[in-house]
């Protein structure tokens, strides 16, 4: 929904007055204000007169979007200016609302008092977040439970009201069970998971599911997002379903965000994946890119605490990209790469992206290297960096990594676990690692 309309005006002329043009998209309807500009002599001021209102409706909101950027052009090409309008007193209300809820998502007051400012123009989710609050409520009581759970079954029925006309509408069709998943808390949308299925139907298409969910007012905080491929599934569909969500528009509540397109042997993608989705997600927490994704040169992030970034191929055109990372609340990071050969380069190349990194909260780091993994963990161990870090894991350390941690404990002894995953270590060696208190193998 866009709160405040977009405002367009044309300049009188000697004998006609000015006019103006409004519009505002909701969903699949444009809301249209128009009308004529009438100058009070010596005021400078104009006011506005025959004002005439239209609401015109379309099929998706797609297809609203797109007459409303039509109409948009053939206004400018008639001579109208585009006026920027201050947001209202109202508008400035919900902000401030969706605001408290974006910082708090299980604030239950703040959902309440936002619940009774959308009751006007939105009853039914209204209405279903209020009975949501209720049944969280330790102190309803037993006997109204009953029936607050009975009202809240029966407001599925209307689901086009509170849902959104087009995500109610296929949430009913065959099929939406295999492309999507829907969650909720607080009697709003708090978690979606789509997948891209082996089995295509396009009017229960990927795309179209996430476009109606994205425009849905009950995912207004929406906290979880994920998107992935089920067995089989169109890789192609999934590609353009990230960009879409990408390039959606802020979701100031989005926590945790979830891509895998790992299974499907695709070319990189042609956007920067990371640094996209960390700009649309301001107080995202969680990013789990899966994937031969394209990443920029710089990627920063004030609030995001985990990292998961998988590389299904030799990756090695990735680290050299990575520079600049910085994110000052990351705790954990976690790197899947299969190199192939260079074990040296590769590792020194980790090396100095660590050196380059501003890092300063990292205290878990897990690398899946393959027979890299040795060299990443020497080259490591001489960062500054390494000397923060409290629990590292490696795979495929073999005896290289073992000498190196027994020859120079003290440079590993601030861990309070090194875990050591998936090595060929001698019998010997490996006594002797087990011996130091923070070394785990598996």
Request: charged share 30%; aromatic share 6%.
């Amino acid at each position: 929904m866009t709160d405040t309309p977009r405002r367009f005006e044309l300049p009188p002329t000697d004998d006609k007055p000015g006019r103006f043009w409004e519009i505002r998209v909701v969903e699949r309807r444009c809301e249209l204000r128009f009308g004529a500009l009438v100058e009070a002599k010596g005021s400078g001021l104009a006011s506005e007169r025959e004002v005439e209102t239209r609401v015109e409706h379309f099929k998706s909101p797609a297809s609203a979007q797109v007459k409303a950027k039509t109409k948009v052009r053939r206004k400018l090409e008639a001579g109208y200016v585009e006026r920027e309008l201050r947001p209202s007193a109202d508008s400035q209300t919900r902000a401030a609302l969706e605001r408290a809820v974006w910082d708090a998502l299980d604030d239950t007051t703040a959902r309440a008092v936002y619940a009774d400012y959308i009751q006007g123009e939105r009853p039914t989710l209204a209405e279903r977040v209020a009975l949501s609050l209720a049944l969280e409520r330790d102190d309803t009581p037993a006997d109204q439970r009953e029936a607050l759970r009975a009202r809240l079954y029966a407001l599925d029925a209307q689901r086009e009201d509170w849902l959104g006309a087009d995500l109610g509408e296929l949430s009913r069709r065959r099929g939406f069970a295999e492309v999507a998943s829907l969650e909720y808390r607080h009697g709003m949308l708090d978690a979606l998971r789509l997948r891209s299925p082996q089995v295509y139907r396009p009017q229960c298409s990927l795309d179209a599911v996430l476009t109606a969910a994205l425009a849905s007012p009950a995912s207004r905080f929406l906290r979880t997002l994920t998107l992935g491929l089920a067995a089989g599934g169109r890789g192609n569909e999934l590609e353009l379903a990230a960009q879409r969500v990408v390039e959606s528009g802020l979701r100031p509540a989005l926590r945790s965000l979830e891509i895998d397109c790992l299974s499907h042997g695709s070319p990189d993608f042609e956007l920067p994946l990371l640094e996209r989705c960390l700009a649309f997600a301001p107080r995202l927490e969680h990013l789990d890119l899966r994937g031969t994704f394209r990443l920029s040169r710089s990627s920063a992030h004030p609030r995001l605490r985990d990292l998961n970034l998988n590389f299904g191929g030799d990756g090695a055109s990735w680290i050299p990209r990575m520079g600049g990372l910085n994110m000052p609340a990351l705790t954990t990071l976690r790197v899947r790469w299969a190199p192939r050969g260079r074990y040296h380069s590769r590792a020194s190349e980790l090396h100095s992206w660590f050196q380059s990194a501003s890092l300063p909260a990292l205290v878990e780091l897990h690398l899946e290297l393959g027979d890299a993994g040795s060299e990443a963990l020497r080259e490591l161990s001489h960062a500054p960096l390494f000397a923060q870090l409290r629990r590292v894991s490696a795979s495929r350390t073999a005896n290289r990594a073992a000498t190196l941690i027994l020859d120079e404990p003290e440079r590993f002894a601030h861990l309070e676990r090194l875990h050591l995953r998936g090595g060929r270590v001698h019998g010997m060696i490996r006594r002797d690692l087990r011996a130091l208190p923070f070394v785990v193998f598996q």
